[in-house]
């Protein structure tokens, strides 16, 4: 069954450090996604890609952050320089079509700040 | 903005009994509306899917259900198993369909 690969699965970086956290959706996909989940509340949108560029974002999603699809496979989220509070789970997910459609999800990179 | 209010305690049911979960939500008009599970740890699965025109939803031992006068979805696990037991998620479409929207998500443990 085709699925959502996210790497790396745990990463830790200091304070104001970049860092950048990597997906692959499904190969037919061409809606694609970042949430992130704080540690024991609600899963929260980041951003949603379609046909190279940003559909939407949240307001978490301010001049840190980033994403990029540099080849036909991959989807990476960037943060320029990390904070505390960016630390989460952060989920990558991908759909076939926008409308309604099921989401898939990557089961996660869990960034911790230090 | 929108709110969405899943139950907000834990719900511990014996098995075989039905789970019903419920999923509220205010200023919002969704077309569509998932339910998503997930363990700790772990991204969310897709469940199940309904739109605003259709009422109830089956799979399996899943219903889901649909009133949009209320706005509120209720989701139902029948013949409940401990391997049940997880964190429930509903999640609207959002009015641009560029986004979900989640609830905090309700715990379920299934009790052998």
């Known amino acids: 069954e085709p699925e959502v690969t996210q790497t790396p699965s745990h990463q830790v970086t200091q304070m104001g450090q970049e860092v950048i956290l990597r997906c692959v959706p499904i190969s037919n996909h061409l809606y694609f996604y970042w949430y992130r989940q704080i540690l024991g509340q609600k899963v929260e949108f980041l951003v949603s890609?379609?046909?190279?560029?940003?559909?939407?974002k949240s307001e978490i999603f301010d001049d840190q952050f980033s994403v990029e699809r540099p080849d036909g496979s991959n989807f990476t989220l960037k943060i320029r320089s990390t904070k505390l509070e960016d630390s989460a789970m952060y989920f990558c997910a991908s759909s076939v079509d926008r409308t309604g459609a099921e989401a898939f999800f990557g089961q996660g990179t869990r960034l911790t700040v230090v | 903005s929108q709110k969405i209010e899943q139950n907000s305690e834990a719900l511990n049911i014996q098995e075989g009994k039905t789970a019903t979960l419920t999923c509220n939500y205010t200023?919002?008009?969704?077309?569509?509306l998932q339910w998503y599970r997930q363990d700790p740890g772990r991204g969310p699965v897709f469940l199940l899917l309904?739109?605003?025109?259709?009422k109830e939803k089956r799979k399996e031992r899943l219903k889901v259900t649909f009133d949009t006068t209320l706005k509120q979805s209720l989701f139902h696990i029948t013949a409940s198993q401990p391997a049940d037991s997880a964190t429930y998620l509903c999640?609207?479409?959002?009015?641009?369909?560029?986004?979900?929207?989640f609830g905090t998500g309700t715990s379920l443990t299934v009790i052998p």
């Open positions: 309904i739109r605003e025109n259709e």
């Open positions: 200023n919002y008009s969704p077309a569509y």
């Open positions: 999640a609207l479409l959002s009015n641009t369909g560029n986004q979900f929207y």
């Open positions: 890609f379609y046909n190279n560029e940003i559909s939407e």
